[in-house]
């Protein structure tokens, strides 16, 4: 019990920080640029309409909810390339079905109540 215990705890603990990380909307617009294509902080920073140092508070907080990577630049090893990391968002997906089967428990017993009132 223990073992599970701990293993939702962890899921809880990072599904918490992924909403943390998507709460704010230049985050998500970040989130939504990585997914066409990995870019870097400068180009994240035009295309949002940033400066580079509050850029890089956002993929601060991206990285550490584990949404996003870094890698270097094999051309520029000064230059820091992100990526998104759709593996990430793997815990919110089973708090979502997790969510989504609940509700489709409760829609069918409702649904069943319903059906027999009209029986009667």
Do not use: C, Y
């Amino acid at each position: 019990m223990d073992i599970q215990r701990t293993g939702e705890q962890a899921q809880a603990e990072a599904v918490a920080g992924l909403f943390e990380a998507l709460a704010d909307p230049t985050r998500r617009q970040v989130v939504e640029l990585l997914g066409a294509r990995p870019a870097r902080a400068g180009e994240l920073a035009a295309a949002t309409g940033m400066s580079p140092p509050a850029m890089s508070k956002h993929l601060r907080q991206l990285l550490r909810a584990g949404l996003v990577a870094d890698e270097r630049d094999a051309a520029d090893a000064r230059a820091r390339v992100f990526r998104l990391r759709p593996q990430s968002v793997a815990a919110l997906q089973a708090w979502l079905d997790q969510l989504q089967a609940h509700w489709n428990a409760q829609l069918a017993s409702f649904q069943r109540h319903v059906e027999r009132q009209v029986e009667r």
